[in-house]
């Protein structure tokens, strides 16, 4: 799984303080969005758990636009099986192998080295809980700006492989869940599984 694009280098990326009217605006057109309401209530999951024995590792990107306003859903980025054992054991400078990442829009764009166009203010969501099993994935946690998330996903294993085996055009549909930001239900959302250049 290659690094170029990892978390790495977007969590270096300056967050903005945003207020909270960025933050309520509605869902941009083109939106997998359900009703809001207000009682909505997510299913729980505790603690930090990873049990795949398939790779799913990679980078699951949006086929269709998430949005709330100017901040966009990116990608989800899930790490290897041993880079979840030394974050789950503490090990001092572990990498985050998992988080949920937005882009804020309305924010100046740079190039990268590999000539790609990013925006400098990103949201990189990290889990305070989490399951990842050959099933699907689970994850919940709190961010200062974005509030309250959760995430959950039944992965195609075919396209996983497919993506692990370096064809991401056969990838379409890897991993499909519903993700939860505060009120706001964004259902069946689609990702493409990719690794990277």
């Not at 949201?123 to 994935?137: E, N, R």
Request: charged content about 15%.
């Amino acid at each position: 799984m290659h690094r170029s694009f990892g978390l790495l280098a977007i969590a270096a990326l300056p967050l903005s303080a945003c207020d909270a009217a960025t933050t309520e605006t509605q869902p941009a057109p083109g939106s997998m969005q359900t009703d809001i309401s207000a009682d909505h209530e997510p299913p729980a999951v505790s603690g930090q758990s990873f049990t795949a024995t398939q790779d799913v590792a990679g980078y699951y990107l949006p086929q269709d636009e998430v949005a709330i306003g100017s901040i966009s859903l990116n990608h989800i980025s899930v790490g290897l099986d041993w880079e979840f054992e030394q974050y789950q054991s503490g090990a001092p400078d572990a990498f985050t192998p998992l988080a949920i990442i937005f882009d804020d829009t309305s924010s100046p764009t740079g190039v990268g080295e590999l000539g790609n166009t990013y925006y400098e203010v990103n949201h990189v969501l990290v889990p305070d809980a989490y399951a990842v099993s050959d099933d699907g994935l689970v994850l919940s946690g709190q961010h200062d700006v974005m509030g309250g998330f959760h995430f959950e996903g039944r992965w195609n294993m075919a396209d996983v492989e497919q993506m692990q085996a370096g064809y991401p055009e056969q990838a379409q549909s890897a991993l499909t869940g519903t993700l939860t930001l505060g009120a706001v239900v964004f259902e069946d959302v689609v990702f493409q599984g990719w690794l990277g250049d």
